[in-house]
């Protein structure tokens, strides 16, 4: 086939308009599918660690209560999971946990209270397990170009769980 002379460097043109918009959706294809991994290991992590204050501790530490036993059981489990993604980024803050029921920050909250509608004075609490990670702090993808070509990503993405656990056995 006979490429006429005016049109020698039209492939050249055609792929410098095409080429931009098909690295866009390459880099948010894998942007969102890092973002979704993330999103369900902190998800897996916090079951993981609700799942680990279930089970009955064998041997209870000296000067520890049952159910701090399994709030530090569910700490554990739930920090051996993210391995991956302490890796990737530092957007979950330091290893150790936090015993409190709220807070927005980065990090790993696993807290004690009552069950909807249960008193602990029934033998019964339950253990919250919640995991946050600072997405707009420690991205696990650099943003394209800075703020000028970024695509909306969440700012922190988190992951809970909830074990309701008995404190007679």
């Known amino acids: 086939m006979q490429i006429k002379k005016y049109e020698q460097g039209a492939a050249a043109v055609e792929f410098a308009i095409l080429f931009p918009v098909f690295f866009l959706i390459f880099y948010a294809v894998v942007t969102y599918g890092l973002i979704f991994a993330a999103q369900q290991t902190l998800t897996l992590a916090a079951a993981e660690g609700a799942r680990a204050a279930v ?34 980024g530092s957007g979950l803050g330091g290893s150790s946990c936090i015993d409190s029921s709220t807070g927005d920050a980065a990090g790993i909250y696993v807290s004690s209270g009552d069950c909807a509608g249960i008193s602990s004075s029934t033998g019964f609490s339950c253990v919250n397990v ?5 997405y707009a702090s420690s991205p696990l993808i650099p943003k394209l170009l800075g703020p000028l070509l970024s695509l909306p990503t969440p ?5 809970g769980a909830v074990a309701q656990v008995s404190l007679l056995d």
Not at 130 to 134: A, V
């Open 130 to 134: 919640r995991i946050n990670y600072s």
């Open 55 to 88: 089970r009955y501790p064998a041997q209870l530490p000296a000067n520890t209560s049952q159910l701090a036993a399994r709030k530090n059981a569910a700490c554990a489990m739930a920090n051996g999971t993210l391995d991956w993604l302490r890796k990737m």
């Open 155 to 159: 700012d922190v993405l988190r992951g």
